[in-house]
């Protein structure tokens, strides 16, 4: 049996790693900035450390393996807080390694959790592992810094493994992002009332949070591996196409639609659908339907 450190543990992608990791016959421990109010979260937590990883990585708190998740997420944001994102972001991966080193855990085994949005539009598709990558945002620059970063520490000795994970959705995922703020402006909207919406043209590859969460386990698990890994379904699909599977979920008729600029992020690619077959090469799948994502969501938010 196997113990693996969950960073962000009670975030929206923690939550379900933790369970990925029992699944597998492991124990976990989980790292929080706050205490844990989740009783059915704790009660699966072996240990637990609560701290602001920006300022300090717990001393000794490792395991055999570190699913790092902790920071800050959401593409949109960024833009009004850039430095924060960017300091944020990297002095975490700093505190982790630093503190592993002084350890003695050189040979640690690190996934540091990266994303699919660092890819440059314009590239061709589907995206690989060596495709160009952009700064598009603030949030994309904090992710090619600490890939930089887990790049550095593994020349250090750590076993780090970057993963690129593409848009994940599914129970528990909280507002800043797409489905669920569908899901919140629709059950908020009056009859015959116009929804406010970005472009719905631009496609994304979406995978179910639980099947990024299995991905990550079986890396952290893996003896050999890639420094890099996308995680990706291989298929896009429109903003319009969630917007009906949305509205067909919560069992409402598709409203009418307002485009409001608001909604619209600059240097926004049309399309973005990445190869995981570098993944899929050590025997990951995904395998939940996104029609059962997004009605899974559904379920436990309304």
């Known amino acids: 049996m196997s113990t693996i450190v969950i960073s962000g543990v009670d975030g929206f992608v923690g939550r379900h790693v933790v369970d990925a990791v029992l699944d597998a016959g492991h124990s976990a421990w989980g790292i929080a900035r706050e205490p844990i109010s989740d009783e059915r979260l704790r009660a699966r937590l072996q240990r637990v450390a609560v701290a602001d990883l920006t300022a300090e990585w717990p001393e000794g708190f490792f395991g055999d393996a570190v699913v790092h998740l902790a920071g800050l997420a959401a593409v ?3 833009f009004d807080a850039p430095q924060e994102y960017i300091t944020g972001n990297s002095s975490m991966v ?3 390694g630093e503190a592993a080193l002084r350890s ?13 949005s660092v890819y440059a539009g314009g590239s061709p598709h589907p995206l690989t592992e060596t495709s160009p990558t952009a700064p598009t945002s603030p949030y994309v620059v904090s992710k090619l810094l600490v890939e930089t970063q887990f790049a550095y ?3 250090r000795g750590l076993r780090t493994t970057i993963v690129r994970p593409f848009n994940h959705v599914g129970p528990g995922q909280r507002p800043g992002f ?5 899901v919140r402006r629709l059950c908020g909207l009056q009859e015959g009332s116009a929804l406010a919406v970005g472009n719905l043209d631009a496609r994304r590859d979406y995978t179910d949070v639980r099947d990024v969460a299995r991905a990550y386990v079986d890396l952290a698990l893996l003896d050999d591996s890639q420094p890099l890994y996308n995680v990706a379904s291989g298929r896009s699909r429109s903003g319009r196409e969630i917007l009906e599977m949305v509205c067909t979920a919560l069992g409402r008729p598709l409203p009418p639609l307002e485009v409001d600029p608001a909604f619209i992020r600059p240097n926004d690619p049309a399309e973005v659908v990445g190869d995981a ?3 899929r090469a050590t025997g990951w799948e ?3 339907p996104l029609e059962r994502s997004i009605e899974d969501f559904v379920a436990s938010a309304v």
Do not use: E, K, N
């Not at 003695?104 to 699919?116: A, E, P, T, Y």
């Not at 797409?178 to 569908?182: H, N, R, S």
């Open 153 to 155: 520490y593994r020349t």
């Open 104 to 116: 003695g855990r050189d040979g640690l085994r690190v996934i540091g959790v990266s994303s699919g």
């Open 94 to 96: 700093t505190h982790l």
């Open 76 to 78: 949109g944001p960024s």
């Open 277 to 279: 077959s570098l993944l």
């Open 286 to 288: 995904p395998r939940t």
């Open 178 to 182: 797409l489905i669920p703020d569908l």
